[in-house]
């Protein structure tokens, strides 16, 4: 389930929605709870029960070793996220090398209106998703701390709540 499968799903499809990468995705997701998928054609005879006779019928794709915790399952399953938060380089190492939470100092800059929370995406410099979480301040407090140390979030607003934008137990990589 890394990035090359996404690559070889290619885009959209002639006789669907989203063609072969929607799929990918959705096995992803069965994946992050700990179930197998089979992706294959239903225009087949007896998919299901040739399947189930343990017949070689289409791709199999396993579940990822570690279950995500319900929560992350949760938050992994939002497609609807209610702003994005761009990150730097040093923040998309951080939480992907590291487990590390979203630091306001790791943030380039806020997009839409969201309030502490909710939903948020955070994407890289390019704007490829890297993760998605529950924000600790709201899009406009988020942008007054974007750039900077945590020990300055007091002073910038008056209070603090959080170090972290996103902690990294609300937070799960995509």
Not at 54 to 67: I, N
Not at 136 to 160: C, H, K, M
Request: aromatic content about 2%; glycine content about 14%.
């Amino acid at each position: 389930m890394d990035e090359r499968l996404l690559a070889m799903a290619g885009g959209g499809g002639v006789l669907g929605r989203g063609g072969m990468v929607t799929k990918v995705r959705a096995a992803r997701l069965a994946a992050r709870s700990g179930c197998a998928t089979v992706i294959a054609s239903g225009r087949g005879e007896n998919v299901l029960v040739r399947l189930r006779q343990a017949e070689s019928v289409g791709t199999l794709l396993l579940p990822e070793q570690d279950r995500l915790a319900s929560r992350k399952q949760w938050l992994a399953a939002h497609l609807q996220h209610a702003g994005r938060v761009v990150i730097d380089a040093g923040a998309v190492q951080a939480l992907r090398q590291g487990g590390r939470s979203l630091l306001p100092v790791g943030v380039k800059s806020v997009q839409g209106n969201f309030q502490r929370g909710e939903v948020v995406a955070c994407v890289d410099e390019s704007g490829a998703t890297v993760a998605v979480g529950l924000v600790n301040y709201s899009a406009d407090e988020a942008g007054r701390i974007a750039g900077q140390p945590s020990d300055r979030i007091e002073s910038l607003l008056g209070y603090v709540d959080d170090a972290e934008l996103m902690h990294r137990d609300n937070l799960v990589l995509i």
